[in-house]
C-alpha cells in the first residue's frame, strides 16, 4: 500500500488550524516572522514535545513518501529494460 501524504496532518489538526494563523501561506514554521505555530510553542499553547512528535512524523512521512515513489520509478524503469531486451532478443541482436 503506498504512503500518503497528509495523514500526520490529520492527526494533528490543531498545529494545522495554528499554521492557518501564519503570516506566511507557504510557513515552513522554523525561521519566518508571524509564524503562528512556533508563536503557540512559545507561549505554551502548544507543547513542544507534541511539536516535536509532529516534525518526527512529518519528516518520517515524507521520507516514506519519497521511498515508495523511488520504488515506482525502479520498477516503471525495470519494466522499460525488459521490453527493450525482449524486442532485440526477437530482432536477434
Not at 514535545?49 to 518526527?56: G, P, R, T, V
Not at 516514506?64 to 526477437?90: D, L, T
Request: charged share 30%; hydrophobic share 30%; net charge neutral.
Amino acid at each position: 500500500m503506498a504512503p500518503t501524504e497528509g495523514g500526520v496532518g490529520q492527526q494533528f489538526q490543531d498545529i494545522g488550524k495554528l499554521a492557518g494563523n501564519c503570516r506566511y501561506n507557504d510557513c515552513t514554521h522554523q525561521q519566518e516572522p508571524g509564524c503562528a505555530v512556533r508563536e503557540a510553542v512559545e507561549n505554551e499553547v502548544l507543547s513542544q514535545d507534541a511539536w516535536q512528535h509532529y516534525l518526527k512524523l512529518l519528516a518520517e512521512e515524507r521520507h516514506n513518501v519519497a521511498e515508495h515513489e523511488r520504488r515506482r520509478q525502479e520498477k516503471v524503469f525495470g519494466k522499460m529494460v525488459h521490453q527493450v531486451q525482449s524486442i532485440q532478443r526477437k530482432n536477434g541482436k
